[in-house]
Structures are given as C-alpha cells and as structure tokens.
C-alpha cells in the first residue's frame, strides 16, 4: 500500500517523501497499526477553507482535515495540509516551519490511529505522541 504526496494550488513542500513515509509506517507500527493507502493534499488556506465547508460544514481554516477511511488495523486516509496555515501556526508558536510540518503530517497519522484531540485532556496525549513520534523522524 502506497503513502503519496500532492499539492493542489501550492508549491510542493520540500520532504524527504521516502525518509517521511518510512517514518509515518514506524509510527504506525508503534500504536499497532499498518499502513493502506495514505494520500497527503498539500494545499492553500482557501482550499482547505473550501475542504472544510463543504465537507465538513467548518467555515474556518485550519493545518490539517483529516478524512479516515481506516479499516481494522489497516490506516488509510485523505490528509489536506494548508502550508499556509502551517506556516502562520510555526511563528505563532516560534518553531521550525519544517519541524511544524512534520507535526503536522504525523498528526494526521496519529488520528488515523485513533487518538483525538477534541474532549477534555485529549490535546495534551495528542502533543504527547507528536513529541514521541517526532524524535523518531531522522532527517538527516
């Protein structure tokens, strides 16, 4: 099964695609899953504006619009990244812009495996798992 990259309406970020891929599988691995088809839409603010009203009835931007069509262990999804919004949210919070993308790729992964940031305490085991997935990532 494939994990593949697109941009709609935006430059291609620059990723290491076969070092992240290889990544998001560890990560998986780690919380029981394996990896289907994983497809990533890099995007503007308005497309993932467009993404969120019409889909899911949102009339606000944010980073990442996950669509799960996990089945069993298996993940799989459609994952819209606003580079522009991850760019606004890596100097609102003073990090590295690609650090922040790669948060945000692996967040996505991290809710295809089940964990939620919405309710009460969930953002907090979310970060938890970004900060522990993102010393697994080797760029180098």
């Known amino acids: ?5 697109y941009t709609e309406d935006i ?9 992240v891929s290889n990544w998001i ?3 998986a691995a780690h919380h029981g899953k394996k990896t289907g088809e994983i497809t990533y839409i890099f995007c503007s603010d308005e497309k993932i504006l467009k993404v969120n009203r019409e889909y899911l009835q949102h009339d606000y931007y944010t980073d990442i619009i996950t669509f799960d ?12 990244i606003s580079l522009d919004t991850v760019k606004t949210n890596a100097e609102k919070y ?3 812009y690609n650090e922040e993308l790669h948060r945000t790729i ?22 938890h798992h970004e900060n522990e997935a993102l010393k697994r990532l080797s760029l180098g």
């Open 25 to 27: 599988k560890e990560v």
């Open 94 to 96: 003073n990090t590295d």
């Open 1 to 5: 099964m494939a994990i593949t990259y």
């Open 69 to 80: 069509y996990t089945q069993g262990d298996k993940i799989s999804g459609d994952l819209f």
């Open 11 to 19: 430059e291609m970020p620059v990723i290491k695609k076969q070092v």
């Open 106 to 127: 692996i967040h996505g992964i991290l809710h295809l495996c089940g964990i939620n940031d919405k309710g009460p305490g969930e953002r907090e085991i979310m970060e």
